[in-house]
């Protein structure tokens, strides 16, 4: 982590004691990181025979998080699977993070740490290692850089690009359900609790859409597994709602699509709200990202192959 600290605002923390703390808390020896936070960079060992796969996000307080409904830890959870998502759509492993912030003058150390441990416990499933990052004071809110570092296989990287016409669409999980989970929060007590709806929408699913929200779950294994069965032409992340991602195979494979809006899957969660909110719950599945599940197209001919995979690998 760079000792580049030039405060444009009052701060009460000192970057060389957060530097310490984040040390102390996520530094592992590991064959290979051989320097990691601490110095004036990161020094990791080669991946022998592996492309490399490099992805960063740019997060800003009031566009891309709120405090009124994100604790600082679901933001860094939140932040960390926005990069191990674009990791998971190239068919990668993740193994280093590096982690640049900019700190407002209410910032403490304590927010600084929870926003840290989220990202954390969002990597640790994965075996990612924060390496390094930056630190610097913010005058206007909270801003949160992420850059990953990850591998794959030579010549079995997942692109946007594959996609031929006759193929099928598939997606891992759910969709519109980050989207139903961001309405919630976002609902005045009131109506949250007490408006008449014409269904009514359990607690137990109200918290399943809050979390699938606040932390989602990055498809690492499910990236691999079609990139290392050569199942998927195309893939991407669903962090733009499926329209708009779905756009992009399109617009990179130059081909269109014959949608089934029928076929959307959508979790019993989702479906719940939107009956209760008198919403379309396609819509949601459509317009709603950071679902960060997996879009992808497959070959007629590998179809049948990978729905019986599927099921066998519990996908």
Known sequence: MASTFRPKARSAIHEFDLIRALHQRHSRRTPSVIRGIGDDAAVITSHAGR???????????????????????????RAAVANLSDVAAMGGTPHYLLAALAIPHIGTRQHVLQLYRGMMDACRPHRVRLIGG??????????LSLTLIGTVLPHKALFRSGARVGDYLYVTGTIGDALAGLKLLNEPPARSQHHPHTVTLSSK???????????????????????????????????????????????ESRVGVDLDLSALPLSPACRAYAASRKVDPANLALTGGEDYELLFTVSPRQRLRLERTALERGF
Request: net charge negative; proline share 1%; with cysteine.
């Open 134 to 143: 930056d630190t610097s004071a913010s005058s206007n809110g909270w801003f």
């Open 205 to 251: 699913r109200r918290q399943f859409l809050i979390t699938r929200h606040l932390r989602p779950t990055a498809r690492i294994a499910e990236g691999q597994w079609l990139s290392t069965h050569r199942f998927a032409t195309s893939a991407i992340d669903i962090s733009d709602g499926l329209s708009g991602d779905l756009r992009h195979i399109c617009e």
């Open 51 to 77: 492309w490399m796969v490099l992805t960063t996000d740019l997060l800003t307080e009031g566009v891309h998080f709120d405090l009124r409904t994100a604790t600082m830890a679901d933001i860094g959870f």
